[in-house]
């Protein structure tokens, strides 16, 4: 089956700690994208990348790395430099940036 | 900049009631519509979406009609159902050009709760 898989489903943070989620697609998308969903809050781009071995910053990058070496993977990196890491994160992905995205089933970051 | 309002939640309705999220945007040129959905602890699945004004996209009993005169694409349903319950977020992809290729913009989301 075609789709978009994240993991962990769950995942928790220590203090200082850096952390990586995991995006894969099979879709055969060029573009990928996160996005941060906090509670009472639409979406909020992190990062996205139209191609592999490029990238761009979304409206909220600080705090947060990417890499797209492979075109099926687009994992985001939460670095101890986020003060306030705690949220769903959701990948998504398209044919190309002008198509429709599809999106995974999401990650919960938690602090301990 | 591109914006996405949608109306104050929750909605709590009963079933067979007749549904409408309303939603306003604010974007140059011809934006793509879009109306997706999300289920308790699950990511986003798109629901229906219009590309061009006047288009009506419609799935699982749910329409909504690209107004370019008022700026607005909201949601309807004839007769909601419980399995409907979960929440609705509107958003918006820019035309081809300019600095936001690709990127959506969501608005906040609508919460709702459908009762038997």
């Known amino acids: 089956d075609g789709g978009i898989t994240q993991s962990p489903k769950y995942l928790f943070r220590k203090e200082g700690q850096n952390v990586t989620l995991s995006c894969e697609q099979n879709?055969?998308?060029?573009?990928m994208y996160w996005y941060r969903q906090d509670p009472g809050q639409g979406l909020r781009l992190i990062y996205y990348s139209q191609i592999v071995n490029d990238f761009q910053k979304g409206d909220i990058a600080e705090g947060y790395s990417v890499s797209r070496e492979k075109k099926e993977s687009f994992p985001l990196t939460v670095t101890s430099a986020q003060k306030n890491p705690t949220a769903f994160y959701l990948c998504?992905?398209?044919?190309?940036?002008?198509?429709?995205?599809?999106f995974g089933p999401g990650t919960r970051l938690l602090v301990l | 900049g591109n914006s996405v309002t949608q109306m104050e939640g929750p909605v709590t309705l009963s079933e067979e009631a007749f549904l409408t999220i309303n939603c306003t945007y604010t974007?140059?040129?011809?934006?793509?519509l879009f109306w997706y959905v999300q289920y308790p602890g699950e990511g986003l699945q798109l629901l229906l979406k219009a590309t061009k004004a006047d288009d009506k996209g419609s799935n699982k009993g749910f329409e909504a009609t690209y107004r370019k005169e008022t700026t607005s694409f909201h949601l309807e349903k004839g007769s909601v159902q419980v399995s409907d319950s979960a929440v609705y977020f509107c958003a918006l992809r820019p035309d081809a050009g300019g600095t936001s290729y690709g990127k959506l913009t969501f608005g906040q989301g609508t919460i709702l709760t459908v009762h038997p």
């Open positions: 998504a992905s398209s044919i190309t940036g002008l198509k429709t995205q599809y």
């Open positions: 974007a140059t040129g011809y934006p793509s």
């Open positions: 879709l055969n998308h060029d573009a």
